[in-house]
């Protein structure tokens, strides 16, 4: 089976990150905008950025490529540690 998901290492900024954790946990970017108190139009910029980025075609691409290089911990699975905003 072909993919599209990256297989070298991504720089994403900490705001990139929080939002690739919101977006596997199954906000929209609505939820996400609400959430981060940013506007949906950013929600909508940083994914395309980090689509962009991971060389990934959607989000479902997106929260594989995430837990493949452990950016996303899911019901205890691959767990990691994120960077929180007061980081």
Same mark, same amino acid.
């Given at each position: 089976? %072909? &993919?599209?998901?990256?297989? &070298?290492?991504?720089?994403?900024? $900490? /705001? ?7 977006? %596997?946990?199954?906000? @929209? ?11 949906? /139009? &950013? ?5 395309? =950025?980090?689509? @962009?980025? &991971?060389? @990934?075609?959607? *989000?479902? %691409?997106?929260? *594989?490529? %995430? ?7 899911? =019901? $205890? ?9 007061? $980081?």
């Amino acid at each position: 089976m %072909a &993919t599209s998901e990256s297989q &070298t290492p991504v720089s994403l900024s $900490d /705001r990139e990150l929080q939002i690739i954790d919101l977006v %596997a946990a199954g906000l @929209t970017n609505q939820e996400i905008a609400g959430k981060l108190e940013i506007s949906k /139009r &950013t929600v909508d910029n940083h994914i395309s =950025n980090v689509l @962009t980025k &991971t060389q @990934t075609e959607n *989000r479902v %691409a997106l929260v *594989r490529w %995430a837990l493949q290089w452990g950016k996303v911990c899911l =019901n $205890d699975v691959n767990c990691c540690i994120l960077p929180s905003e007061n $980081d």
